[in-house]
């Protein structure tokens, strides 16, 4: 039997903080309230999350088997059988948990599967496969979304794209870490999009909330960045952990103006994500 360490590594579990504050934005944009499928909500999406990784280290069990010996199937810490079974298994019992929560978060959710299988499949042949990624985690917004009492709302859709930028410039980053590439610096705008949309989103006195919030975010990412952008020794893999961890802050900003018991939630949630990288690596 694989050791619970080797399922932790192969889910990246230590992403999961980020899921969550994804559904817990999504669902605030959506209206809040509706709590009774909460539990579906990130029950669901928190297995479509574990099988895609599973997944992804099926389909790229080639790759690793040249470039990352280190990694769970490889290494013979668990067969490429097992993690193919385990993944698909947690990808039916996701979508499974959606339609339970409701037609359109299931729906969606047959959407989210597809497009994690299509990632997993072909993000180390197409160059622009990060843009998957970024839509993955949009329409994670959007189910949440569709969970809560006001459904799908215009702003949900918006906040879903400025995390889908985000997601998509931190993933084209991540793409530095595995191909040992010359560095490329436009991607380092997309991870600014949420700040621009959360000013632009929050006026009156939510403005002050959305000040302080993008002025932390920012701080974080540019801390970020320092170990890949700015020295002699570049690690594209601490940076793209410690911008994954960021995604937690991309949830707050869309939520600026939610209660202040929400934020210290997210403040959970973001010291959760940074901890669990200490045990399974984000990447």
């Not at 709590?35 to 790229?60: I, R, S």
């Not at 959407?111 to 970024?134: E, N, Q, R, V």
């Not at 794209?161 to 560095?183: D, I, K, Q």
């Amino acid at each position: 039997m694989p050791s619970l360490r080797t399922l932790l590594v192969l889910g990246r579990v230590s992403n999961l903080p980020t899921v969550w504050s994804n559904c817990l934005a999504g669902w605030w944009l959506g209206g809040a309230k509706n709590t009774t499928e909460l539990p579906l909500l990130f029950a669901g999406v928190t297995f479509l999350y574990v099988g895609g990784m599973f997944l992804n280290d099926a389909f790229d069990v080639e790759f690793d088997r040249q470039h990352r010996k280190e990694r769970p199937i490889p290494s013979g810490a668990i067969s490429a059988r097992e993690v193919w079974r385990a993944g698909f298994a947690l990808l039916i019992a996701g979508e499974g948990l959606l339609l339970f929560a409701g037609k359109v978060p299931g729906i969606l959710g047959i959407a989210l599967t597809l497009c994690i299988l299509l990632y997993d499949a072909i993000h180390k042949l197409i160059t622009f496969s990060p843009l998957l990624m970024g839509v993955c985690r949009f329409l994670v917004y959007v189910i949440a979304a569709a969970i809560g009492i006001g459904g799908v709302t215009g702003e949900a859709l918006w906040c879903g794209l400025a995390l889908g930028a985000y997601v998509t410039g931190l993933s084209f980053v991540a793409r530095g870490e595995s191909l040992r590439g010359p560095l490329k610096y436009w991607p380092i705008a997309l991870l600014g999009i949420p700040v621009g949309l959360a000013i632009l989103l929050n006026t009156g006195r939510y403005r002050e909330t959305a000040l302080l919030l993008s002025l932390i975010f920012a701080l974080w990412v540019l801390r970020c960045l320092r170990p890949t952008y700015w020295t002699n020794a570049p690690n594209p893999g601490r940076t793209v952990s410690g911008l994954l961890a960021g995604i937690v802050f991309v949830d707050w900003l869309a939520v600026a103006d939610a209660p202040h018991r929400l934020g210290l939630v997210f403040i959970a949630l973001f010291i959760s994500a940074i901890s669990l990288q200490r045990f399974a690596p984000a990447t």
